[in-house]
């Protein structure tokens, strides 16, 4: 049997697939039965809008292998992995199991090229801080999901719902947060000297994003550190310092948005308040972000929304 996903085919031998549900940005399938191997194999969507697959096994374990079968990995129960949608891979299923396959669009995480590259090529996330969240709230958005019935088989998906984009939006950030947990120290640096500065970084950040000269070289200015050396920190750390500038006021732009009572707030007043050149930046950035139009997402109390909420998109 083969299954097709808006981007990627994932062929499984035998057993029972879940229709590809959507949660905001998210696309999630699950794959149940007994052992047989799950095949990713990517397609050309896999470039023009390129993607990571979270991986998460509520039962059942199986080996991860790569794409040249040089490499393989051991999952178990809970064990979250990472996966870049451009590389294949396959999972032996060694016994009956249940399959979360979540993909996640680039283009919602604060990552650099080089941070997902790391995080594909890490073995399965079992401790630490952020995988023990990050695995029951996949589950829990599948679980809501499946019982909801929503399945792009089913019809057109409603429009993305406030609750359905940001439970999308904490599965990315818990994805961004992997990515630094464990990010090891330059040997040539005092570790807690570059933790005290990358903090200070980020508070500069946070309390200037209103501020349209915001720009790396006036964050290095104002921390009295070269601009190569600040681009060197936010490398290390999950993101550019453009990007990272880009999202935190998406982030704010969202949230003042998304306040109740604020019908009456224009797009262009947020996208100034929040430092973007302007409101026509701000949108296409917003959709580019989250899949959907800032007027969207303010309005989306209405109508379909509305009704795409009171079925209910999962946890918060």
């Not at 007994?34 to 095949?39: D, E, I, L, S």
């Not at 936010?234 to 998304?258: D, K, P």
């Not at 972000?289 to 509305?306: E, F, K, L, M, Q």
């Amino acid at each position: 049997m083969k299954t097709t996903t808006p981007t990627s085919t994932l062929t499984p031998v035998t057993g029972d697939t879940a229709g590809a549900r959507t949660l905001g940005f998210l696309h999630i399938r699950t794959f149940q039965g007994a052992a047989h191997p799950v095949r990713h194999v990517p397609d050309a969507d896999a470039v023009a809008d390129p993607y990571i697959l979270l991986g998460l096994h509520t039962r059942g374990r199986a080996t991860l292998v790569g794409p040249d079968r040089d490499r393989t990995e051991t999952c178990l129960p809970g064990d979250v992995f990472l996966r870049d949608g451009a590389q294949g891979f396959t999972l032996e299923e060694t016994e009956d199991f249940e399959l979360h396959l979540v993909r996640v669009p680039r283009r919602a995480l604060a990552l650099t090229d080089q941070q997902v590259h790391a995080l594909a090529g890490r073995a399965p996330f079992a401790d630490g801080t952020v995988a023990p969240l990050l695995g029951p709230l996949v589950c829990d958005i599948a679980s809501g999901l499946t019982s909801a019935g929503a399945t792009a088989e089913s019809g057109p998906p409603p429009p993305p719902s406030r609750t359905a984009l940001r439970s999308a939006g904490t599965v990315a950030d818990l994805i961004a947060l992997l990515a630094v947990e464990d990010a090891g120290p330059d040997p040539h640096e005092d570790g807690q000297d570059r933790e005290a500065l990358v903090r200070r970084l980020h508070a500069y950040v946070d309390a200037n994003l209103r501020d349209r000269n915001l720009t790396p070289a006036t964050v290095a200015e104002a921390q009295h550190i070269s601009i190569r050396y600040l681009h060197k920190l936010f490398e290390g750390r999950g993101s550019t310092v453009g990007r990272w500038i880009q999202h935190r006021r998406l982030e704010e732009a969202r949230r003042e948005l998304a306040r109740p009572a604020r019908d009456d707030i224009t797009v262009a007043a947020v996208a100034r308040r929040w430092g973007f050149a302007s409101a026509t930046h701000f949108s296409r950035s917003f959709r580019a972000a989250y899949g959907i139009s800032p007027s969207a997402w303010r309005d989306g109390r209405t109508g379909s929304v509305r009704s795409a909420e009171g079925h209910g998109a999962g946890p918060h």
